[in-house]
C-alpha cells in the first residue's frame, strides 16, 4: 500500500482500496481485524511522513533520504511509525519484522542498513 503510495502517486486511500483489490486470491484472508491495523499503519504513516523523514534522516548518517532505495525507505517509515506512534506492539517485534521486510524485499545489504537505523531511532525515540 505505501509503495502504491510512494510511487504511483496516488492518494492514500486509493492505495489501500487498490492493494485490496489486487491481493492475490489464493492468499489466506486477512482477518478484519488485521485489515484495519494495515490501513491504520499506512495512513498513520502518510499522516506523519514528515516526522518520521527526519528521524530517519537523523539516525542515516550521511544518507539523505532521496538516496535511499524506494523499499528501504518505506520500510523505515513504516517500522518507525510503530517505534514512535503505536507503542503497542514491542520494539524487538517491530524491527525484527522490518528486518524480514529488508530480507525479502531489498538488497542484502539493506538489512544491517535498517538494523543500524531502527535501532538508533528506538534508543532515541525520546530525545
Known amino acids: 500500500m505505501l509503495y502504491l503510495w510512494?510511487?504511483?502517486?496516488?492518494?492514500?486511500q486509493t492505495a489501500v482500496e487498490r492493494y485490496w483489490e489486487m491481493a492475490?486470491?489464493?492468499e489466506?484472508?486477512?482477518?478484519?481485524?488485521?485489515?484495519?491495523?494495515?490501513?491504520?499503519?499506512v495512513h498513520g504513516v502518510v499522516s506523519r511522513v514528515a516526522d518520521l523523514d527526519i528521524a530517519i534522516e537523523r539516525?542515516?548518517?550521511?544518507?539523505?533520504?532521496?538516496?535511499?532505495?524506494?523499499?528501504?525507505?518505506?520500510?523505515l517509515r513504516l517500522a518507525a511509525y510503530e517505534l514512535l506512534h503505536d507503542p503497542e506492539t514491542p520494539a524487538s517485534v517491530v524491527i525484527d519484522e522490518a528486518l524480514e521486510l529488508a530480507r525479502t524485499f531489498s538488497e542484502e545489504d539493506a538489512v544491517s542498513f535498517v538494523n543500524g537505523i531502527l535501532d538508533a531511532i528506538h534508543k532515541h525515540r525520546h530525545d
Not at 510512494?6 to 492514500?12: F, K, L
Not at 489466506?28 to 499503519?41: I, K, Q, T, V, Y
Not at 539516525?59 to 520500510?75: H, S, Y
Open 59 to 75: 539516525q542515516a548518517q550521511n544518507w539523505r533520504l532521496a538516496r535511499m532505495a524506494v523499499v528501504d525507505r518505506l520500510i
Open 24 to 26: 492475490d486470491e489464493d
Open 28 to 41: 489466506p484472508d486477512l482477518s478484519d481485524a488485521g485489515r484495519a491495523f494495515a490501513e491504520h499503519l
Open 6 to 12: 510512494e510511487v504511483g502517486r496516488v492518494p492514500p
